[in-house]
């Protein structure tokens, strides 16, 4: 069963990171339905990304190497996000 998944990236201030976020996604062929960076604190941001056709075990897999990048401090997973058409 595929879904719409939202996932909440707080992470060092920067193009890089997000070019490389995003890249994970192309890598995956992953269709991105929301994105949204806003900064936080000094030199930090938080990112939103919803995607959609997603299974919940591949937003699982996905969330997981968002934590292994260079400057992201943490990933939360809303698997049930609600998207609007």
Request: glycine residues 6%; hydrophobic residues 55%; neutral net charge.
């Amino acid at each position: 069963m595929t879904s719409a998944a939202a996932f909440l990236v707080e992470a060092e201030s920067g193009a890089a990171l997000l070019c490389r976020l995003v890249g994970l996604l192309a890598q995956r062929d992953l269709q991105i339905h929301e994105l949204e960076a806003r900064p936080r604190r000094a030199g930090t941001s938080e990112i939103r990304i919803v995607l959609t056709g997603l299974a919940a075990h591949e937003a699982q897999i996905v969330a997981a190497k968002m934590e292994r990048m260079i400057g992201v401090s943490a990933v939360r997973l809303d698997p049930a996000a609600a998207v609007a058409a």
